[in-house]
Every structure is written in C-alpha cells, then in structure tokens.
C-alpha cells in the first residue's frame, strides 16, 4: 500500500519560492512514475507536474512550465518541486502521488494514481 507524506508549503510572496517534498514508502518507489497534483478552493484536482521512474522524463501542466522543477531521488524514496516565481493562482493544496501502473505511458488523471496523502498547503500572497 503507498504511503505518501507531503511537506514544504507554506506562505509566500508573490514571486517566491517554494520546494515541496514527498516521502514515500509501502511499494517499490523507483519501479513507478509519481506526480504532483494540486486542488484550489472550489476547484478540481488538477495535474502539476510528472516524473518518470529513472527520472529521465518530465511533464508539467502549461502553466507551470519554466517555472516547476519536479525531481526524485530514488535511494531516498523522495520526490521533489521546486516553485520558482510564484504567482497567487498557485494557491493551493498540494499533494503526491504515485502511478498505478508501472508501464511508464505518461498518464496525467488523477485517476491514474495512488496513495494519496494529506497534502501540504501552498499560499501565495500578492
């Protein structure tokens, strides 16, 4: 079962800086595709942002590119996103997750994935 501890939010200015963590355990992490998701107030889940199982690969959702970085570090069972130049529509909760499957077919639903945690809270102040 996967196990996903999100931290690292908090309150920022606009055009700050945010990294995000994410802890994960209970399956074999550098065997599956993990990605970060957020949900505004009022507002679906969306997709943030993807990173392959090697770490090779990465998507982002258009209106983060240029300014997301997501990363992982497989001896550490951790996954990473750096926020640059944050923007108040960033606002949001922010969570992990992992790939239900292991294929590697970039899959960008939050249907796709697993072992959703608590998320960890992002607020960008103008």
């Known amino acids: 079962q996967a196990h996903l501890v999100e931290s690292g939010g908090g309150l920022v200015q606009a055009g700050g800086s945010l990294r995000l963590s994410c802890a994960a355990s209970?399956?074999?992490?550098?065997?599956?595709?993990m990605g970060w998701f957020r949900q505004a107030p009022g507002k679906e889940r969306q997709f943030v942002a993807r990173i392959s199982s090697s770490g090779g690969y990465t998507y982002y959702t258009d209106s983060v590119k240029g300014r997301f970085t997501i990363s992982r570090d497989n001896a550490k069972n951790t996954v990473a996103l750096q926020m640059n130049s944050l923007k108040p529509e960033d606002t949001a909760v922010y969570y992990c997750?992992?790939?239900?499957?292991?294929?590697?077919?970039?899959?960008?639903?939050?249907?796709?994935?697993?072992?959703w945690g608590q998320g960890t809270q992002v607020t960008v102040s103008s």
């Open positions: 997750a992992a790939a239900i499957r292991s294929d590697g077919v970039p899959r960008f639903g939050d249907s796709d994935y697993r072992g």
């Open positions: 209970g399956f074999t992490f550098s065997s599956f595709s």
